[in-house]
């Protein structure tokens, strides 16, 4: 009979733990509040700098410094400790906001995005490790919860956020208030986050598999912005070849970067970064296009298809909030729910957008959020819990990790589908009607091996 004793919402406002659980709410706001709010402002930014061809750039270049911070990010906190390693990622962060506020040029900008993307990743991926090293083990399902709320919230308030900036044709103030978040989050750091202890195995920087991922997030980057679909295709499949062999490369390499296990589907851990990859891949498309094809096909207003799509966060956020007070025996269930409802609902969401009333588009687009949701703490934990004790801080920061590598990937590949369907000036509603089903289930492939994935992950224990 088991003894755990069940946690509470209460637990986590426990002295020692609120200003803690704080910390990283506001660590994780940072990352997906930036991208929101710099997306909907980025229209005012080209009028200002110019430079409206380099916009896939601006987004390219912070993915990119994400992706290697995020990777990176558990080997730097054995190196350095949690609480350094969190330092350095909080000042770049900093820095790269205030690189992007002062920008005189386009290029700059770019720049500053780039290292605000290094900052973020880092902060991101720390987090992750934090919740390892500072809450104890029940509390992580009520912690990764409130995580994807943040997320969920972040969503709806970003563009709303970003659009009062724009109105009042005052976008360097988005980067001014992120630059004041950021001292908030590092002077908050030196205070509540724990130094961490430092690995005598740690030395050593794992240069080969950053050089891979960097190759490879550059040409998938790339792949959505060369004019030429082929290009963009062949660019888009190489780079996903070349991020696969990171597997192999990491596995044979003196200084790891990811779990030993990464690449083995028969563990946990490689079953769970394969479902979280493959998944987020599968759906980042809906987010991508969707809010264009709302607008074009009902006549809709940009706020209203952006409230729309927000439904994927709605879901993500209700349903990780019911996932979290689940009992853990139910996690195997929430895991093949999840991934299941994923699946279905980008199937679903391949047909709604382009033919359907935003009503059906509501609903479908909230299934897939719903499966976030539930599959996502379950996972997690059970990725975490699977590691081994000297892997935990490597094994925590890869699961936002292979989030980003995901979006990455399938931003890329849509972007190539939708310039070889004739998407690449614009969406007209006849072609957006005969063809669009294709581009949305261009990475339904993608989806179905996520949900493998997380089946396999919810019959498995370690």
Not at 416 to 424: E, P, V
């Amino acid at each position: 009979m088991s003894t755990e004793t069940p946690a509470s919402w209460r637990d986590l406002m426990a002295p020692g733990l609120a200003l803690r659980f704080g910390l990283l709410c506001l660590g994780i706001w940072l990352n997906a509040a930036d991208t929101l709010v710099t997306v909907t402002i980025m229209p005012s930014v080209g009028e200002d700098l110019g430079g409206y061809q380099y916009f896939g750039w601006a987004v390219a270049a912070y993915l990119l410094g994400s992706i290697i911070a995020g990777a990176a990010a558990g080997r730097l906190s054995m190196v350095l400790g949690l609480r350094q390693a969190t330092l350095v990622a909080g000042a770049a962060y900093v820095i790269g906001c205030l690189a992007s506020a002062v920008a005189p040029d386009f290029l700059t900008f770019v720049l500053g995005r780039l290292v605000q993307g290094l900052g973020a990743g880092g902060i991101v991926a720390l987090c992750y490790v934090a919740i390892a090293v500072m809450f104890p083990q029940r509390l992580w399902g009520k912690v990764f919860g409130a995580i994807s709320a943040v997320w969920g919230v972040a969503t709806v308030l970003g563009p709303l956020v970003g659009g009062v900036f724009a109105e009042l044709d005052f976008w360097r103030g988005a980067f001014w208030m992120f630059v004041v978040q950021g001292m908030v989050f590092v002077a908050a750091s030196v205070l509540l986050m724990e130094k961490g202890e430092r690995s005598e195995r740690s030395g050593g920087v794992p240069v080969p598999q950053l050089l891979v991922l960097t190759v490879a997030v550059v040409m998938i980057a790339s792949a959505g912005i060369v004019a030429s679909p082929v290009m963009g295709g062949v660019l888009a499949l190489f780079g996903v070849l070349v991020m696969a062999s990171l597997l192999r490369v990491n596995a044979v390499a003196r200084t790891p970067l990811l779990p030993r296990s990464a690449g083995d589907l028969r563990r946990a851990a490689g079953a769970g970064y394969l479902m979280i990859f493959a998944l987020e891949a599968a759906a980042i498309g809906l987010s991508v296009y969707g809010p264009a094809f709302i607008q074009r096909q009902h006549d809709a207003s940009p706020l209203f298809a952006g409230y729309v799509v927000s439904a994927i966060a709605g879901g993500w956020t209700v349903t990780a909030l019911l996932a979290a007070v689940v009992p853990q025996r139910l996690d195997s269930v929430m895991i093949r729910l999840g991934a299941t409802c994923v699946m279905v609902g980008t199937v679903w969401s391949a047909w709604t957008l382009p033919h359907r009333s935003t009503a059906e588009i509501f609903l479908s687009l909230l299934l897939v959020g719903c499966g976030f949701g539930l599959t996502w703490g379950p996972a997690a934990k059970r990725i975490i819990s699977a590691l081994p004790s000297d892997e935990t801080a490597m094994g925590s920061s890869s699961i936002p990790t292979a989030q980003m590598i995901g979006g990455a990937a399938g931003a890329a590949g849509v972007g190539a589908a939708a310039n070889a369907l004739g998407f690449a000036h614009g969406i007209e509603p006849a072609t957006a009607t005969a063809v669009g089903s294709w581009l949305f289930g261009a990475l339904i492939p993608l989806s179905l091996i996520g949900w493998l994935a997380g089946w396999r992950l919810g019959g498995m224990k370690r």
